[in-house]
């Protein structure tokens, strides 16, 4: 409301119901449910980091070495679902507003007999949300597949290790054992930081659209 005229003289009401409702909802999502994911996952990973250098410092350097590639590809993904996120909710608002003047002038829609004009123009929206969807999919199928598959790499490694340490005696089967433990509850806590980064992006692309 505070705006000036020239913003709603090129924003319909359409979009600004859009913003109002679909945005602010993702947007709002991001600030309640993932914080408390944030805050879960983060507690989850330090304690079991912690546990881990505590328990063999040599084994957990071996698995922090895939740490540096995880966050790479993390931020890089995180860059394109932010701007994949952008693109579906302007379209998703230009979708809106052009229902919204669809039905709003029905009458005028009926007398140049503009049905199918109108249909084809909603459809583009619809095909350009689409094939933003394939997108994000693509992103969201190489981001966790990468993740999921260097947790097992690193699980893998850090076995391998720990097998070799252990021949050698310098740590226990027991240690081993629990050192594995503490990884994969490590890994579940960094899974859940990574899908929650990926939730705040998201909503970063559409609260651009609201600030």
Not at 68 to 97: E, H, S, W
Not at 111 to 125: C, P, Q, R, V
Request: proline share 1%; glycine share 12%.
């Amino acid at each position: 409301m505070r705006n000036d005229m020239t913003y709603f003289d090129n924003t319909t009401s359409g979009e600004l119901v859009n913003r109002l409702s679909a945005d602010c909802q993702l947007v709002g999502d991001v600030l309640t449910q993932n914080v408390s994911d944030i805050l879960r996952s983060f507690g989850q990973s330090v304690v079991s980091i912690g546990l881990m250098v505590y328990v063999a410092p040599d084994l957990a350097l071996r698995a922090a070495a895939i740490v540096p590639c995880i966050m790479i590809v993390a931020y890089f993904a995180g860059k394109i679902v932010r701007r994949i996120a952008k693109g579906l909710q302007d379209n998703l608002a230009q979708a809106t507003a052009r229902a919204e003047e669809g039905f709003s002038g029905i009458k005028v829609v009926k007398a140049f007999g503009a049905e199918d004009k109108e249909i084809a123009l909603y459809s583009n929206h619809l095909n350009n949300i689409l094939s933003l969807g394939y997108k994000n999919a693509a992103v969201n199928s190489f981001y966790w597949s990468f993740l999921g598959g260097s947790g097992n790499f690193a699980l893998l490694g850090v076995l391998y290790s720990g097998y070799q340490l252990s021949l050698s005696g310098s740590i226990s089967p027991g240690t081993l054992t629990g050192f594995l433990l503490y990884t994969v509850y490590s890994g579940i806590g960094v899974a859940g930081l990574g899908k929650a980064y990926g939730a705040m992006m998201a909503g970063a692309g559409a609260g651009e659209r609201l600030f």
